[in-house]
DNA sequence: CTAATTTGACCCCG
DNA sequence: CGGGGTCAAATTAG
């Protein structure tokens, strides 16, 4: 991560400082209950600088993860397929089960987001992020006076999505919630039921992500950030991959959308492993306040008021490639 | 009825 | 051994 160019740095930061001036005063639009086309387009390029600004990070989180996730599952498709297994003759007794899951907690949480979220008021829960969990656990953590709910995907029989998140209470302020999210949506969610009242944001808007946090395992600090971008990359998997990526409806996505894993494990699951990988993260995209100026781009915190919580819920992901995604992604990719 | 949550057991790893 | 992450049966919600 230390490696961003000085003109992507330079970018980014300068994106993310006029986010938050617009962010300010999109504040003081909203307080005297000013009119809402000027609060809607102020938001729209609040959102617009975040958006190219996060982009940025996350083309790096994604070419840093995108090779080593891609082993894993290979990994773990060979050791399915191939071995007849040692115990019993269920290929997925109970303990081999088990086993995979820690392979794959081991390998595959190569990427993480932190979001720090602050519930709505009158609301409890942090607010909802556009995709379906589904609960599976919860802990009591050694040292925090709040238990860590862990989610994962809805769809991850369906679909086969591994992604999950941890959430939980900060200890400092109850009202703010720590959002880990880990792995990255595979499957395709049927969007946000559409609000009644409320405006019509862009599709530029349509997909937001927090920032993210690059982790890798193995602690080889082997994330080189190429400033080239591979799309789609390389099928690692010849057989499948390919014609489940022409099976894929020609969804003309956005192109930070596009990059997903075209890594499809047949052997692991049931499921299909769907190519798009949706990223969108925040339903709650609202008053961005970067926590700190520098360097820190993991944790941001996000603070959705009542009245601007419902005001993207409208995405719509389908929509046309818009001016960021084909002038911005072809000058930084 | 199905789907989601709860919760104690279970497992891996440090 | 114990903490943290996950499973899965039981329970609850829709």
């Given amino acids: 991560m230390e490696k961003i160019g000085t003109l992507k740095r330079k970018t980014v930061i300068s994106e993310l400082t006029q986010g938050r001036e617009l962010a300010n005063q999109l504040k003081n639009q909203i307080y005297p209950a000013n009119s809402r086309e000027a609060c809607g387009s102020l938001v729209e390029k609040i959102l617009s600088s975040y958006e190219k600004a996060l982009s940025l990070l996350n083309c790096m989180a994604v070419l840093g993860e995108t090779s080593p996730v891609s082993a ?15 115990e019993g003759s269920n290929p997925f007794s109970k303990e081999q089960n ?53 989610y994962r995907c809805t769809h991850r029989h369906t679909q086969g999505c591994l992604a999950t998140k941890q959430v939980q209470k900060i200890d400092e302020d109850p009202s703010t919630f720590e959002v880990n999210y880990r792995g990255r949506h595979t499957c395709i969610q049927e969007r946000l039921k559409q609000n009644k009242e409320d405006y019509n944001i862009k599709e530029e808007d349509s997909n937001h992500r927090p920032g993210i946090k690059v982790e890798t395992p193995d602690s080889t600090p082997k994330e080189e950030i190429v400033p080239s971008f591979s799309f789609p990359s390389t099928p690692i998997i010849s057989d499948n991959v390919e014609t489940e990526f022409l099976l894929e409806p020609a969804k003309e996505s956005n192109f930070t959308e596009s990059y997903g894993y075209p890594f499809i494990s047949p052997a692991t699951s049931d499921c299909n492993y769907l190519s798009e ?52 992604a072809l000058e930084y990719f």
Avoid: H
């Fill in 277 to 328: 990988s949706l990223c969108q993260m925040n339903d709650f995209c609202v008053d961005y306040n970067l926590q700190s100026s520098e360097s820190d781009f993991t944790n941001i915190v996000l603070t959705p008021t009542s009245a601007t919580n419902s005001l993207f819920r409208d995405w719509d992901f389908t929509t046309d490639p818009v001016e960021f995604d084909s002038s911005f």
């Fill in 98 to 150: 088990q086993r995979e899951v820690f392979k794959r907690r081991k390998i595959l949480p190569k990427w993480s987001e932190e979001v720090r979220v602050c519930s709505v008021i009158g609301q409890e829960g942090p607010p909802d992020d556009g995709y379906n969990w589904r609960k599976y656990g919860q802990k009591d953590i050694l040292g925090a006076s709040f238990p860590r709910a862990y």
């Fill in 72 to 86: 894993a599952i290979l990994e773990s498709r060979n050791s399915l397929v191939g071995t007849p297994t040692s």
